[in-house]
């Protein structure tokens, strides 16, 4: 009875869900101002605007949203009013005017969005790899069975930094780690607008934010080796950006947290 009852209740909320993006996505496609289509106010900062390019983005994306295609046209135009009013001439411009034509607006709009994607995990690499770091070092001096050392952390350190690589070289990798990338910033924001004495939310986010960062070069790395083709599998050569043993301990490691954060 509880079991039926549950699978009542996702399904209800998966209805209202896409109601909810049915509504925007409608919105959006009627809207002409840019700062409406966005969701946000005239005086919004900066990073106010990316996070709500990224929201809405997430929402309206095509690839998430087949059924209904006018959510090409509500991304299309996202990404065209973020490029617009993310730029201080073409924004002051815009707000001088008060008008601009939307009918031009063309293209699929992933180029923003991965441009966008791409700054967001310079930004890790830069902050939040250390933070990651030191959660890691502390789960695996309580978890001894883990076997994710220094060694181990280091070589994804590594990995990560060859991802920096091939996400700056090839725009096909951040379109497969794409919803990673944009969840793992939506669990950032989260995080850092938590009062700092709320330890166990911090703890819970942290986790979340961690087992993230970690499925995302696993997602890399089998992309890379799908693509091995028939001369180079006859070699056996890896080609991906992690060996056999390490896709083994992080896919182990993020079984972990996976069950850590259902535990909380």
Known sequence: MNLSNNNKTQINRRIIDNEIRYKIVDEICSETNLYAILGVERSCTSEELRRAYINRSRICHPDKFPEYPKATEAFQKLAYS???????????????????DLDGVNGTGD????????????EFMDGDFEKIRALVNALNEGNPGLDLGEDAIEILETAFRRMRELLLAG??????????????????????SLRFFNVFG??????????????????????MKSEIDHKE????????ILSDNMVNIISGFVSLLDKLEQRI
């Open 82 to 100: 973020y490029e617009t009013l993310n730029k201080p001439s073409s924004r002051r411009a815009y707000d001088i005017s008060g008008t601009i």
């Open 111 to 122: 180029e923003t969005l991965h441009s966008v994607l791409y700054q967001l995990f310079l």
């Open 171 to 192: 725009k096909k990798y951040i379109k497969i780690s794409q919803f990673e990338l944009i969840r793992f910033y939506e669990v950032q924001q989260q995080l850092r």
């Open 202 to 223: 911090r703890f819970k986010l942290s986790l979340q934010l961690t087992r993230i960062a970690f499925t995302i070069p696993l997602l890399i790395d089998d992309a």
């Open 233 to 240: 599998l006859n070699n056996n050569n890896n080609k991906g």
